[in-house]
């Protein structure tokens, strides 16, 4: 049993493998019905000690996005009181780096408390880790008249602020957080990254197999706004009155719409990502796209690490229905138009510089590139300018955009040897741990050092002008520039990639 003083009170916690545990810690007050739509609030004091051995309520969520999106639903019970951290700590007397994890989920599913994110991995490493629970879907990015923009992100704001107050008591360093998260998390890390209110509050920052997608104007998310009241049939003021089931399930059609039907014309430059519940540039809590902060040298100062997997859209691919290239330019052609392009003339400019792809392959490439592979790229370029910038890809890289799947490197970079994992989804078991460790160590040494010390040697910073990627698979690591580089040309009027 450990006992620990935060602002609030005193908690007590577990001792799990030599690791303390501190679970479903709360950073803002419970999310009650008629404070769904407001900015977080405070924590109450108690009285007494809390009980921390335990993980709390997660998120209200229902499967969401199709099988992509329903394998990502947490199964644990949700509740009011879902505004909490997890906390492991090698040492509560200590002074180490914190480690703040962002989980994923497209905004709208996930959580904290998933069995992968238990292992205790980082905090066996010297690593104080801090995983975050925030409001998803409509609670956390619905615009409401009235009532703040970008809830989720908010509450991400105010769970920083409780870690700069209260992280030394559990033997972290306030001046040595590290913001990283992956997918959604790592749309959110970048989006932080453009937020005033959070500046200072981090001072590194690992976007995983995300970046600066999912960001959408004020215009698209006031056609959202509509869209919601009109399947609700009641205007802003009754929703915070509205069953949870209710709300929940206009949030999955409506999530499952736009995932499965990219319609440009309702969902604007949603379409691209497939997600509409996402960050909107109010003006406010966010001034600006996080591309156009970073270009003006606006983002938080600080070294970022970045990278994505081979294969981001092999998984996504799966539940697309055999085409030809035909169908491929047809199924891409709502989601490229906020680009400009239609769909046949995006596909030919794939073709033409990937002329063995199949049309899956061509729609896994054009996809990919769209919401995970260029944003990694552009957003890396512009904060290099300004910044030490890190690049990985993960997996190798096969013909017809075959590789690792979004998210395969979640289970390598949370192992930790002799952690039961037999809770965990196939997807997320190690089968090699002697590479597994390699990638933890990788992600460790960041957080630590914040030049990441590679397997094979030193990492080179990326730059805009020499693109060089830390290749990472299980037949070894090396340095090259990354072959995904170049493709943004393809989306620029003149189409013909860059040469290196």
């Known amino acids: 049993m450990t006992m620990v003083k935060v ?32 900015a977080p609030q405070p924590v109450s004091p108690w009285q007494g000690v809390r009980d921390a051995t335990r993980l709390g309520p997660v998120c209200p969520q229902i499967p969401t996005y199709g099988p992509v999106g329903a394998a990502a639903t947490s199964k644990l019970a949700f509740g009011e009181d879902f505004l909490t951290v997890n906390i492991r700590t090698p040492d509560p007397a200590g002074r180490a780096p914190v480690l703040f994890w962002i989980h994923g989920g497209g905004y709208a599913v996930g959580s904290a408390n998933e069995p992968v994110l238990q292992s205790g991995a980082f905090a066996a490493s010297g690593i104080v880790e801090v995983t975050v629970n925030y409001r998803l879907g409509a609670l956390g990015f619905l615009h409401v008249e009235g009532k703040p923009d970008n809830r989720g992100l908010l509450d991400l704001v105010a769970a920083l602020g409780w870690v700069r107050d209260n992280v030394a008591a559990f033997g972290g360093d306030p001046d040595r957080v590290t913001l990283a998260g992956r997918s959604a998390g790592g749309f959110a890390v970048a989006t932080l990254m453009a937020m005033p209110q959070a500046q200072g509050l981090f001072h590194r920052a690992m976007p995983q197999s995300g970046a600066s997608t999912g960001v959408a104007c004020m215009e698209d998310a006031g056609k959202l706004r509509q869209r919601f009241l009109a399947v609700a049939n009641t205007g802003d003021a009754a929703l915070e009155a509205l069953p949870m089931h209710r709300l929940l399930e206009i949030q999955r059609d409506l999530c499952n719409q736009s995932y499965e039907q990219h319609d440009f014309a309702r969902d604007g430059a949603a379409s691209m990502l497939g997600v509409p519940f996402v960050p909107v540039i109010d003006g406010v809590s966010l001034p600006e796209h996080p591309e156009t902060a970073a270009h003006m040298g606006r983002t938080a100062a600080v070294p970022m690490m970045i990278g994505c997997t081979t294969g981001e859209y092999v998984t996504h691919g799966t539940a697309q229905p055999e085409m030809d290239f035909v169908l491929c330019a047809e199924l891409l052609h709502e989601r490229v138009l906020p680009c400009g392009f239609s769909g046949s003339g995006i596909v030919e400019r794939y073709r033409r510089i990937l002329p063995n792809h199949s049309p899956r392959g061509i729609w896994r490439a054009v996809a990919g590139d769209l919401v995970f592979q260029l944003p990694a790229i552009r957003f890396a370029k512009l904060h290099a300018r300004f910044n030490p910038v890190y690049k990985y890809l993960y997996g190798s890289l096969g013909a017809d955009e075959l590789g690792a799947p ?55 910073l990326y730059r805009a002008e020499k693109p060089m990627v830390l290749r990472a698979g299980p037949v070894g690591f090396g340095v090259t520039i990354d072959p995904f580089d170049g493709r943004e040309a393809l989306w620029l009027e003149t189409g013909e990639p860059a040469g290196h």
């Open 7 to 38: 602002a609030a009170g005193t908690l007590r916690g577990s001792l799990e493998n030599g690791i303390h545990a501190f679970l479903g810690v709360p950073y803002a007050a419970p999310v009650t019905s008629e404070r769904r739509f407001e």
């Open 406 to 460: 979004h998210g395969a490197e979640v289970g390598p970079v949370w192992y930790r040897g002799g952690f039961d994992c037999r809770e965990l989804p196939q997807r997320q078991r190690v089968a090699d741990a002697g590479f597994a460790t390699a990638i933890h160590d990788l992600w460790a040494s960041f957080i630590k050092d914040e030049r990441p010390a590679a397997p094979n040697g030193e990492w080179p």
